[in-house]
């Protein structure tokens, strides 16, 4: 999740004061990891620096900032090159899982045990997120759905490492 | 670190359908190898595993619908793999209900004459049949399709027929074998919304076969087959 771009984002759509735009974020974004005030205007003041975004006058008013923040030309189009580029795909082969499969291979401990256990958590996890997608609206629904598929590809991982354990542990201890 | 725990497969108490060191061979080729399984009264069990492994044997013999070389198939207290033919049919008409991926519905029939169909072979009279078909395709979203042809619907639509078919005689147990295994992602995730919103106002067993994880995810708990032998971790444990 890239935070400036996001703030840009919503930025875009309308010119706001730090505290909303966290309140958007939160609401959109934050999952029970809310973004932190410091991380805000820390960010805000980056992009403004950069001529991202324009810091109105100081408002009358409680809280830490009352300036609102508006996306510049700039701004608009480091969005709009980042809603069209593709995020890098990445093979995640160096992940824990891929690391335990092969070091329990090549200590000889019972990788397919491990790879079972770790489907039961994976389905565990899957089983929350379907709860959660059936009870939620679209926006919580689009979240549960992308941790869903990410989970399901991790499964798919892991039965093709089960179904070639054996050939594995020769190409692994053959090292 | 915190556990999961998943019942042990011989301990439940509260048992519809049980299979007991089941083997079950098609000729020189073992289907079944030693398969354990029970599942609880009101439980949606996912049975899983590559192609070939036996779960959709299983899923047969369960049912009833094979008879196992040896080993055991309990049914609400009755043992299932030695009544008559006979009596396993009327078991099937009574208290089990089918959808499968493919191919359940008379396309020659509407959607409203496959409904009734299970209610008027099990001695039905047609009024009483043809009025809960149409209360079904109410309750399924389909009250204007009672009349098509179940061969001119959609995807989705036929297998929400099949799921209607299948629930209309209220059976103890519903048999699904990859019913969403012909549709599309959001067709398939409509379906398995409905089936399992009607299971638990039902009261259905359930027994999934599928391969699909996204699927099996809508149970509430999972069985591996593999080679023939049913493996389910009694614990797991999970990063918090």
Known sequence: MSVPLTL????????????????????????????????????LGRLARDGKVLAGESEPGAGPDR????????????????????????????????????????????????????????????????DMRRQAGQVDSLLADYGLFHLEADLRWIDMTSARLQSLAQEVGAR | ?????????????????????????????????????????????????????????????????FTPDSGEIWFDGQRLDTLSDAQRTRLRRTAFGFVFQFGQLVPELSAADNIALPLLLGGTRRKAAYASAAAWLDRLGLGALGTRRTGELSGGEAQRVALARALVARPQVLFADEPTGALDSLTGEKVMDLLVDLVHEEGTTVVLVTHDARVAAYADREAMVRDGKVTTPSEVMVAE
């Open chain 1, 8 to 43: 840009l984002g919503l930025l875009e759509r309308e010119p706001s004061h730090g505290y909303d735009l966290k309140r958007d974020y939160d609401a959109l974004f934050g999952r029970g990891k809310p973004l932190p005030f410091g991380q805000v205007y820390s960010t």
């Open chain 2, 1 to 65: 670190m915190t556990a999961v725990r998943i019942p042990a497969e011989d301990t439940r108490a509260d048992c519809v359908l049980r299979a007991v060191d089941v083997h079950l061979s098609f000729g020189a080729t073992p289907a079944l190898q030693g398969a354990q399984l029970s599942v609880a009264r009101g439980e949606i069990l996912a049975v899983m595993g590559p192609s070939g492994s036996g779960k959709s044997t299983l899923l047969h013999c369960l049912a009833g619908i």
């Open chain 1, 67 to 130: 300036k609102r923040y508006l996306i510049t030309d700039l701004g608009v189009t480091e969005v709009a090159a980042w809603l069209t580029e593709p995020v890098e795909p990445e093979p995640h082969l160096q992940s824990v899982l891929f690391a335990k499969v092969v070091i329990a291979l090549l200590l000889g401990r019972p990788a397919e045990q491990y790879l079972d256990t770790q489907r039961a958590a994976h389905m565990q996890r899957m089983r929350e997120l379907t």
